[in-house]
Nanobody
Framework: QVQLVESGGGLVQPGGSLRLSCAAS????????LAWYRQAPGRQRGSIAT???????DYTNSVKGRFTISRDNAKKTVYLQMNSLKPEDTAVYYC??????????WGQGTQVTVSS
């Protein structure tokens, strides 16, 4: 039974910080590529950060220098540290675990709202 559960979302002021967590169960966590996606109202869901099983990391340009993805294989958890938040970061954030096209799992999402 595969499950990914996000937490840590909420309301934060512009310039503030937030840390999202995604705890996984039911998969061999250490071998999966992990990613964070977000979906803002009226927009398509898009990837913002990826970390492979080997620790290779990629970010989309809009979050480079502000967001940090990390993983703790012992805790089966992937994190997204978000700093210098902007109103345009407001979205539902989803975690994803991917091994292949037949092994692709999603969390339920957590709302992040950046507003003064």
């Amino acid at each position: 039974q595969v499950q990914l559960v996000e937490s840590g979302g909420g309301l934060v002021q512009p310039g503030g910080s937030l840390r999202l967590s995604c705890a996984a169960s039911g998969i061999e966590f250490s071998i999966y590529t992990l990613a964070w996606y977000r979906q803002a109202p009226g927009r398509q869901r898009g990837s913002i950060a990826t970390i492979t099983s080997g620790g290779n990391i990629d970010y989309t340009n809009s979050v480079k220098g502000r967001f940090t993805i990390s993983r703790d294989n012992a805790k089966k958890t992937v994190y997204l540290q978000m700093n210098s938040l902007k109103p345009e970061d407001t979205a539902v954030y989803y975690c994803n675990a991917f091994l292949g096209y037949d092994r692709d799992y999603w969390g339920q999402g957590t709302q992040v709202t950046v507003s003064s």
